[in-house]
């Protein structure tokens, strides 16, 4: 209650509230005594305290009953105070009505300061347009019933943007299955390539071991047969050395003749154990080196979170070609939408770049580059103005991206475009790589991330990234 009291008054009142409140109770003294000690309280409040002890209840200084005497200024005081916190409140209770200046009735309103106001504050808003409260309110609340509108067809948007958010949110989903699916393909293919690698060289390594050994079989079987060979011929020296010595010697040359042992020692053949070499050594990167033939290197993938939804990519992101219907894709800010368009992947800020794009016989196709700030939710011309470097397939006819659409001439019908960005340089030139032919060169200081585009139009011919090269080299 005296919080509350407090939070009535003015700013000003609440130091003397303070100094008009009883130590015991907190509240404003009601009859009010003075003890010896100077100190003041609601005479109730001292009674129930002296019950419990004789001393006073601020300074504990020791006082008697008999001793107390009515504080009569105190008491005029407090009913002064709690006279003047009526008013207040009173005040306070009919202001919300009444102008503060014044204290007139609020019966005009101004348009400028939006409030309002008393006849007497008709001198401080001569200069402002006022009306009646009657005439003032519809003005007000015409104004907030255009919020309210506004309110309401931003709810509408809200609530379409969750249900496009929610879209968004499974089709992130979906892509994450396309991609764990195509993940796990590309390993088992790769294992399975592995699998292939491994039993190759273990076959290769079992052809060697069954080799050698067998080898070394052979050999063995020769050296025993020598050694029984050696063996019988030494009995029959060691029988005919037995003989009577005219016999003997009569028989000594045939003997000795036969005593010649003309094969070779045995022993451990040259290139006799395994290849170990060939077999394990660098066999990490001799599996890589030789996996290349099952690699395949694109310098350049498309990116299909900016595909338009008419077009449709391949698995492994190479390749673009006409949609037969509109694919559901979320409408999300870096996506193509009118135009037909695709970006890389990968955008470029400094270096040099080269990829091959196949056309084919594609009539109608746009390859090149462009800035990462091209337009794309609403249709633009393919400009160098436009922050787009290309050259494009139409009618029959192949133009250059210059604002004036300059024709290209060109000796024979290209399958395949190279285009060469170096960025260091700020060119970007187009070849016939299929003959190494020069087309053209467009020249620009390039002052933002740049990206391959792909424009391969409304066909079913696809437009294909072709691989680049791989080469291994060691040092």
Known sequence: ???????????????????????????????????????????????????????????????????????????????????????????????????????????????????????????????????????????????????????????????????????????????????ENQIKEEFERLRMVLVTEEALRLKALATEEEQKISAIKELIDNTYKDIAAMNKLSDTLQKEMGNEDLAFLRNFQKLKREAQWTREEPCIPHDSLLNMGKHVGALSFNIWKNMQAYVKYNPVVLNPNTASPWLFLNADLSSVKESSERLTAPDNPERFDPCVFVLGAEGYTSGKHRWDVIVGDNPRWIVG????????????????????????????????????????????RPEKIRIKLNLDKGEVSFWDAGTATHLITLTHKFDEKIYPIFGPGLHPTPTTLAPGKIAVHTS
């Open 1 to 179: 209650m005296a919080d509350g009291m407090d939070e009535d008054l003015p700013e000003e009142a609440s130091p003397l509230r303070h100094d008009l409140t009883c130590p015991v109770c907190r509240g404003v003294f009601q009859d009010p005594v003075l003890l010896p000690c100077t100190h003041s309280f609601c005479r109730e409040c001292l009674q129930k305290s002296l019950q419990v002890s004789n001393k006073c209840p601020v300074c504990r200084e020791v006082c008697e009953e008999g001793r107390v005497t009515s504080n009569r200024a105190l008491s005029s005081a407090c009913e002064s105070f709690l006279r003047q916190s009526n008013w207040w409140s009173n005040r306070k209770s009919t202001s919300d009505v009444t102008c503060n200046l014044h204290l007139k009735p609020l019966a005009l309103y101004c348009e400028k300061d939006e409030e309002p106001v008393c006849v007497d504050c008709v001198t401080l808003h001569n200069t402002h347009t006022l009306w009646s409260l009657k005439e003032g309110a519809p003005m007000c609340k015409k104004e907030l019933g255009f919020k309210v509108q506004i309110f309401k067809k931003k709810v509408e948007s809200y609530k379409k943007m969750t249900h496009k958010l929610g879209n968004t949110m499974e089709y992130i989903k979906y892509q994450a299955g396309l991609a």
């Open 369 to 412: 580059v462009c800035k990462e700030s091209v337009p794309r939710k609403k249709k633009f011309t393919v400009s160098t103005s436009r922050g787009v470097w290309s050259i494009g397939l139409s009618k029959g006819v192949y133009t250059v991206s210059t604002p004036e659409h300059t024709e290209l001439q060109v000796e024979q």
